[in-house]
């Protein structure tokens, strides 16, 4: 299982929020790419970044910084989500460097979107589904759906997308650990890997992660956890090495 170190922009600065509030950071670098750095001399194989003001605002804040992070690390593997809401933006990132566009939001809003990214981004697009007891939230977790995780899911899987990052939202950035009941019930339910994402607090949670009843969760999003360390994020991966292979 990958473990892959979050990288949250706001104004473009590196920040942690609690349960997706705005409101509610804390800021933990004014150099984002140095903190990149941080987490590839650590071990890190992937970086997750994720574009907060983007989310709000529906298009690319953070562009400038998420395209320095890219030419920094050229051999590092990238995936960025918030306000990716068209080809154009999905294009212009992968131009950039990056190597997957997760698509949240818009994936709910417009799921034909996703088919259309698919075909003319093979093997570069990730749908974000973030979830508050099963149904699906959308609008950086202001408004929560009567959608199903599971049910968008397959949807999404039929289209052709690589991944499914879940996050559940009442775990996210509360230190909580991590849902692995409801993150092992959607990988078994899909055949595409699942990215468990919110409330890895310790290098227990990694642990149960990797021992969950599923092949599935091929990666584990972490954030506030290593930033405040309670996690080694070194000694978290090579966990995770260990145990499943």
Request: glycine share 12%; aromatic share 6%; net charge negative.
């Amino acid at each position: 299982m990958l473990l892959i170190p979050a990288i949250d922009l706001k104004d473009g600065q590196c920040v942690r929020l609690r349960q997706g509030r705005m409101e509610d950071d804390t800021v933990f670098s004014d150099n984002p790419v140095e903190m990149a750095g941080r987490w590839v001399e650590a071990g890190g194989r992937r970086l997750h970044l994720v574009d907060l003001n983007g989310a709000f605002a529906g298009e690319p804040v953070n562009g400038g910084v998420i395209q320095g992070i890219a030419e920094a690390y050229p051999d590092m593997p990238i995936q960025v989500g918030g306000g990716i809401r068209d080809e154009a933006t999905i294009e212009a990132y992968l131009n950039a460097g990056v190597t997957y566009c997760i698509i949240g939001t818009q994936a709910v809003k417009e799921p034909d979107f996703v088919a259309r990214a698919c075909k003319a981004f093979p093997g570069h697009v990730i749908v974000g589904l973030d979830a508050k007891e099963g149904m699906v939230a959308i609008n950086g977790w202001a408004e929560v759906t009567d959608q199903e995780v599971t049910e968008l899911a397959r949807r999404f899987e039929d289209d052709g997308v690589s991944a499914i990052v879940y996050t559940d939202i009442g775990r996210d950035g509360m230190m909580t650990g991590p849902n692995v009941e409801a993150t092992t019930a959607l990988a078994n339910a899909i055949n595409i890997p699942v990215v468990a994402s919110g409330g890895i607090t310790n290098i227990g949670d990694i642990e149960a992660l990797c021992k969950a009843d599923t092949t599935n969760i091929t990666a584990a999003i972490t954030g506030r956890a290593i930033y405040e360390g309670t996690l080694d994020f070194a000694e978290g991966q090579r966990l995770a090495d260990e145990l499943t292979g």
